[in-house]
Nanobody
Framework: QVQLVESGGGLVQPGGSLRLSCVTS????????MGWYRQAPGKQRELVAG???????NYADSVKDRFAITRNNAKNTLYLQMNSLKPEDTAVYYC??????????WGQGTQVTVSS
C-alpha cells in the first residue's frame, strides 16, 4: 500500500499561481512514474503532467509553459507549480503513482478554483 497526501489547493484569481504538493509514504524511487491529474465537474479525469524515474516529463498541451512538475527525492514529495492560472484550470487535482504489478495509487485530491 502507498499513501499519498496532497495539499496546496485553494482559490486564486486568474493569472495567479499555486504550488501543489503530494507527499508519499514510500521512497519516490519505488515508483516508475508519478503524475498529476485533474477532473473538472462533468468532465473526465485527465493527465496534467507526468514524470518518470529518470526525470523525463510530459505535459498536457493546455498547461505547457505554465505548469511544472518536479520532485524532491529526499522528502518523498511530488510538486506541481501552476502559473498563469486560468478559470478553465479549475478542477480537483489528484496525485497518482505507478507501482509495478498494481494499477497504481491515487491521492484524495485537492480543489483548485480559479476565479475573480
Amino acid at each position: 500500500q502507498v499513501q499519498l497526501v496532497e495539499s496546496g489547493g485553494g482559490l486564486v484569481q486568474p493569472g495567479g499561481s499555486l504550488r501543489l504538493s503530494c507527499v508519499t509514504s514510500r521512497s519516490i524511487f519505488s515508483f516508475y512514474t508519478m503524475g498529476w491529474y485533474r477532473q473538472a465537474p462533468g468532465k473526465q479525469r485527465e493527465l496534467v503532467a507526468g514524470i518518470t524515474t529518470d526525470g523525463n516529463t510530459n505535459y498536457a498541451d493546455s498547461v505547457k509553459d505554465r505548469f511544472a512538475i518536479t520532485r524532491n527525492n529526499a522528502k518523498n514529495t511530488l510538486y506541481l507549480q501552476m502559473n498563469s492560472l486560468k478559470p478553465e484550470d479549475t478542477a480537483v487535482y489528484y496525485c497518482k503513482v505507478s507501482v509495478v504489478g498494481t494499477s497504481g495509487y491515487w491521492g484524495q485530491g485537492t480543489q483548485v478554483t480559479v476565479s475573480s
